[in-house]
């Protein structure tokens, strides 16, 4: 018997073949609180980093004064920016805590600039396991503590840095219960190749979701 249904005609979806300057296809920004040699707190924007339960592994500036605070106390505070904090964390942007400012920073731009809450509008908050302060604006903080810090050999500009989730701080309009944060009403600032974005409505939840 011959089957009435054929198989539909597969589409032809062309691609080329590009060479992007920068491979940021859209992830959440960090802004990485580490502990200065004086006690004082820096900040680095970040966009690179992912959670794996209670790890979350970062990429970061070889180059970077948030790199080199981590080196000398491995203790951070990743606080997430919602999107409407986009304008705070752009002012962050040209900013670095190194002085004298590195040569290809200067070249990019980058000024030193200590007083980094300060240049950016941000209120600092005590953290409460680790020296590193929080920033009170951001909605979602995650106290950490580095576990292991490596240079990949075949590129020196970056370090891949695996901190430990010590304790996590969420503002009360965000929170559903104890446990689980509304994914209604968090809406994380997203790094899409160098530009910045919100969430879109929900389009549907995975079938582990338990609100």
């Not at 609180?33 to 980093?49: H, V, W």
């Not at 920073?105 to 980058?110: D, M, N, T």
Request: proline share 8%; glycine share 8%.
């Amino acid at each position: 018997m011959i089957s009435q249904y054929r198989e539909a005609e597969p589409t032809m979806i062309h691609h080329v073949t590009i060479q992007p300057k920068i491979l940021y296809y859209g992830t959440p920004v960090i802004l990485l609180t580490t502990l200065n040699e004086d006690g004082s707190t820096n900040i680095s924007p970040i966009s690179s980093s992912w959670a794996l339960g209670r790890y979350v592994v970062l990429g970061i500036g070889g180059g970077s004064k948030g790199l080199d605070n981590l080196k000398r106390h491995p203790e951070c505070v990743l606080n997430i920016p919602e999107a409407a904090m986009w304008r705070q964390v752009e002012a962050l942007a040209p900013l670095t805590g190194r002085d004298p400012v590195p040569d290809y920073k200067q070249a990019l731009g980058f000024r030193h600039e200590k007083r980094k809450f300060a240049a950016a509008g941000l209120t600092a908050q005590p953290a409460e396991t680790v020296a590193p302060e929080r920033i009170a604006e951001c909605p979602l903080q995650v106290e950490a503590a580095v576990r292991h810090i490596r240079t990949p050999e075949y590129d020196g500009y970056f370090a891949i840095v695996e901190t430990e989730v010590l304790r996590v701080h969420a503002r009360e309009d965000i929170v559903l219960g104890r446990h689980h944060v509304n994914p209604n009403a968090w809406n994380p600032l997203i790094y899409n190749f160098r530009h910045y974005f919100g969430l879109s409505p929900e389009l549907g939840k995975t079938y582990r979701s338990e609100t």
